[in-house]
């Protein structure tokens, strides 16, 4: 089966099915998920629709649900999860819910405001206990002192609730009368409240003012703010009514206070009596409040998958065909070719259950139309198919990158990454996410699902990692020793080698000569790089020639592939012509170009020469270029010369080929129509040609990042260990073991943060690049729209 | 019964992941110090003179790798510690959101 090869043959059926049944059918098929409508009425607008009105009544519902979850939330009511996620929704199910909501949301409402004015009345007859309590003291003092002196007096007491007690009444005869307002004001406005008074009265007046403290039960606001308590003693009436009117500037509450104790006692037992009564029926609204929504959240859920459900339905509804008669839907969808079964058992199935007795017509039609690209992925291939799609999505039935990319991904970015230690880490974070992968999308955090939904590509990532990194054999930037390393230093000394003691004792840097025999022992570590030059200064000159050689190979390894793969579509495409006038010129092209310079590189690799003598192949590529074989020595087999000349030749010769071959024949055919512009064909075949050839050098040096992230990540991970473990191992006193274990504990943090996280998310991106970029402009034309099924599984797993 | 708890579910799954991996990091490091391997020779703090010794050189030498072998033994002890701690830290937690609910 080649369905993820290339994508899948897709067909256009049209679907005839009666008004009635058509509720179950697009049920039917949303539970599938394999079907996607096509828009049949284009040209109108949303609300020219026909079922416009039942998608606004579900929005209406679903603003309905939202508001109503928002009270539960608030009410921290736990809301238990729905099970029942097959029950399909009637359209007569729709007037139910629409009325049960509506009489929700209205006994909510009603619910809400009639506890917010209890509150309120509670607040004001809370305030006014508290006036009453601290106006006594206020009263009992401010008279006794206005009786004394006129003087205003501008010290306010805080916090009174400790005066003495005057007991008697100074008399109120005589020509001080006094008037007072008294009221509760806010805690922050009380300073400006103080100052505009001594702006307006210039002290005739005095102000006593206390905070209200809180007690321990009086939750039953929200927000406690707070407010402070005070009276103002003034003379006269109409400063009386210009502090009231300032009091209402300020949105102070001015409560009536009786003069005498007696009647502010009076007040006080009522306002005591009063408060106990709001106290239960607030406790009583709030009981009342959880029990209806307790009810509520019960079936929130269900309700809203319902919702949901009749509103993708309805939406499909609108894009379908309604008959003369009202009594037929018509219908167009794009659905797989092998799918088409599937949708036939649906569709009757949904017809019987409404009991319609005509089963609904599967009639398939052939189109011009492009259909949609489908690719049927499993939860391991999404991940890769997703990243390929990022890019662009595959015309129709072209080649799929992706199953290529499973692999050529993963090892592209562990070519870069090359560390065992590190891709041991990587891999055990990723099976840690594949394991507790429903735990992490609970979280619903949008990195997180990004990770969690790439836990299989960071899975193959970690273990190619592991690979790579037993061959550049780096564990933490240290190498291990496994099978005894192919290099010894014993031989070096007298008598069978040059050196003595004295050569130990002069000198800095000490070099081994692999001529001296037994120094090498001529069998070559047997995998990967050998432990030795981990310890060796002069590591870098090997392991960089190493890597950036093998990197070009990969590189023009990678492409070629790549033009195979064009290939396998003109083909697949009867594109035959294609074949001698692309397909052939590009791959004489790369391979005498870059196949001849990795043939040199191999070559150059397996042959034995003196290190001193062997050519560079640079030199020798940018010679064999520019015809030049003046300088001496520079050969590495003896028909060298001859081969180069003809390889740069037919490489020449296959731009003309390239650039004239398709416009001249398509010119031949088109000679006598005008439909076809000649300036535009040979543009486009210059621009291809000139991308083509051009790309084939840019797109190899850009290869080369391969080495330059293998480098980075092998030195910054040498850094880490330098500066950060060696310190605390080099440490051999007393407290060395426990400086050890807390310099670890930094050193595994810098780790996954710097090399892990940051290197990580670098060589992906590399990775990534260099297989959009430099691999898939070889073949692939990534235009095609993707197919979008009605699926409500989808739909609940977007939400 | 005081409670022992003092971090977090996030803390000390933290605190458990990176202590066993510290526990068999800084046991592999210490069988290799132990076992004199070649590679390690940086992390060995010898000085000038041990070079110069030579009847003793090579035992001295041998004789800080056991000593830094020693260490990292005894750091991965610590960290078995750090990891039981963690360990109880997270059952703790566990129990106290059952209890809650």
């Known amino acids: 089966m080649d369905s993820f090869f290339r994508s899948e043959e897709m067909c256009l059926v049209q679907l005839f099915f009666q008004t009635e049944s058509a509720h179950n059918c697009i049920n039917e098929l949303g539970h599938l998920g394999l079907v996607q409508f096509k828009d049949l009425n284009p040209g109108t607008v949303a609300f020219q629709r026909r079922f416009v009105k039942e998608v606004k009544k579900c929005e209406e519902m679903e603003r309905i649900l939202r508001f109503l979850e928002n ?86 007491v805080y916090s009174s609730r400790v005066t003495s007690r005057r007991t008697s009444y100074t008399s109120t005869n005589g020509p001080l009368k006094l008037g007072f307002v008294a009221g509760v004001i806010k805690h922050e406005r009380f300073p400006a409240f103080e100052k505009i008074l001594w702006r307006l009265f210039h002290g005739n007046f005095v102000l006593r003012h206390a905070e209200i403290k809180p007690h321990e039960e009086e939750n039953m606001a929200e927000d406690p703010v707070k407010k402070d308590v005070f009276v103002v003693f003034v003379q006269g009436d109409q400063i009386r009514g210009k502090i009231r009117k300032l009091c209402d500037g300020f ?22 009596t009063r408060i106990e009564d709001l106290r239960l029926v607030l406790k009583r609204t709030e009981e009342f409040r959880a029990t209806v929504l307790t009810a509520a959240a019960a079936n929130l859920q269900e309700w809203t998958t319902k919702v949901k459900k009749m509103k993708a339905i309805y939406y499909t509804l609108n894009l379908c065909n309604i008959d003369i008669t009202q009594k037929l839907i018509v219908a167009e969808i794009w659905c797989p070719v092998s799918d088409l079964n599937s949708v036939h058992t649906a569709l009757i199935h949904g017809s019987e259950q409404s009991g319609s007795s005509l089963s609904p017509v599967v009639n398939r039609i052939q189109t011009q139309q492009t259909p949609p690209t489908f690719n049927r992925v499993n939860s391991f291939t999404s991940g890769f198919q997703s990243i390929i799609d990022a890019y662009g999505v595959g015309n129709y039935q072209e080649i799929n990158p992706a199953p290529y990319t499973m692999v050529t991904f993963p090892f592209l970015f562990a070519v870069m990454f090359g560390d065992c230690g590190h891709g041991l880490v990587m891999t055990l974070l990723a099976l840690w996410l594949i394991l507790h992968q429903e735990h992490f999308r609970k979280l619903k955090n949008e990195l997180i699902d990004m990770l969690v939904d790439g836990r299989y590509i960071i899975f193959l990532m970690g273990l190619f990692s592991i690979y790579t990194g037993l061959i550049y054999n780096d564990c933490f930037s240290k190498s291990f020793n496994v099978f005894g390393s192919s290099w010894s230093v014993r031989p070096m000394f ?82 035959l012509k294609d074949v001698a006038l692309q397909f052939i010129p590009e791959v004489i092209f790369m391979l005498s170009l870059f196949g001849y310079l990795i043939f040199l590189i191999l070559y150059k690799w397996c042959v034995v020469m003196k290190s001193e003598s ?30 180069q000349i003809f390889l740069v030749v037919v490489a020449v010769l296959m731009v003309p080929w390239l650039l004239f071959a398709k416009p001249l024949l398509l010119y031949r055919k088109h000679k006598l129509s005008k439909l076809v512009s000649m300036a535009d064909i040979f543009v486009y075949q210059g621009i291809h040609t000139i991308e083509y050839c051009l790309g084939c050098i840019s797109n190899t040096a850009s290869y080369l990042r391969l080495w330059a992230l293998s480098l980075a990540h092998a030195e910054l991970s040498e850094v880490l260990w330098k500066m950060v473990l060696q310190v605390a191992l080099r440490v051999t006193s007393g407290m060395g073991s426990v400086l050890l274990a807390v310099t670890f504990a930094a050193f595994a943090v810098l780790t996954v943060t710097i090399l892990l996280v940051m290197e990580g998310l670098s060589a992906f991106l590399h990775a990534l690049r260099l297989h959009w970029v430099e691999f898939q402009n070889k073949f692939y034309k990534g235009s095609g729209y993707k197919f979008t099924p009605l699926s409500f599984d989808r739909m609940r797993d977007m939400q | ?81 750090v990891a039981a701690l963690s360990f109880c830290q997270i059952k703790l937690n566990h129990r106290k959101e059952y209890m809650v609910r």
């Open chain 1, 71 to 156: 009270e539960v939330v608030k009410s921290n009511i736990p809301i238990p999860a729905d099970f029942t996620s097959e029950t399909i929704p009637f359209p007569r199910d729709v007037l139910d819910l629409e009325s049960s909501f509506d009489k929700l949301e209205q006994e909510l409402k009603e619910i809400n405001s009639n506890r917010d004015t209890l509150r309120q009345n509670f607040t004001q007859l809370m305030e006014i206990n508290h006036l009453l309590q601290m106006t006594d003291d206020f009263f009992e003092e401010a008279e006794s002192q206005l009786s004394i002196s006129e003087l205003p007096s501008e010290d306010s």
């Open chain 1, 251 to 272: 949105h102070a509450s001015m409560y009536p206070c009786p003069n005498n104790a007696y009647a502010r006692k009076e007040m006080r037992t009522n306002a005591n």
């Open chain 1, 494 to 575: 007298h008598p069978h080698g040059p050196w003595t003691n004295d050569t130990l004792h002069d000198s800095g840097h000490l070099h081994l000569d692999p001529l001296v025999s037994g120094v090498y022992s001529g069998n070559p570590y047997p995998f990967g790089v050998d432990p030795i030059w981990n310890i060796a200064s002069n590591k870098l000159s090997f392991l960089n020639s190493y890597k950036m050689k093998m990197s070009v190979i990969m590189g023009v390894a990678h492409m070629l592939f790549g033009v195979t793969l064009s290939l396998v579509n003109y083909i697949f495409f009867r594109n």
């Open chain 1, 614 to 643: 062997a050519p560079s192949i640079l030199l020798l590529f940018i010679n064999m270029i520019l015809f030049d074989y003046s300088s001496e020595g520079t050969v590495l087999y003896r028909t060298q010369r001859p081969v």
């Open chain 2, 1 to 81: 019964m005081v409670s022992c708890l003092f971090c977090g579910p996030k803390l000390a799954a933290c605190g458990i992941v990176i202590s066993i991996w510290g526990v068999i990091m800084l046991a592999m490091l210490g069988i290799f110090f132990t076992t004199h391997s070649a590679v390690l020779i940086e992390d060995v703090p010898f000085k000038e003179e041990d070079m110069h010794n030579d009847q003793e050189s090579l035992h001295a030498i041998y004789g800080l790798y056991n000593q830094v072998g020693y260490n990292c033994f005894i750091a991965a002890g610590i960290y078995v510690l």
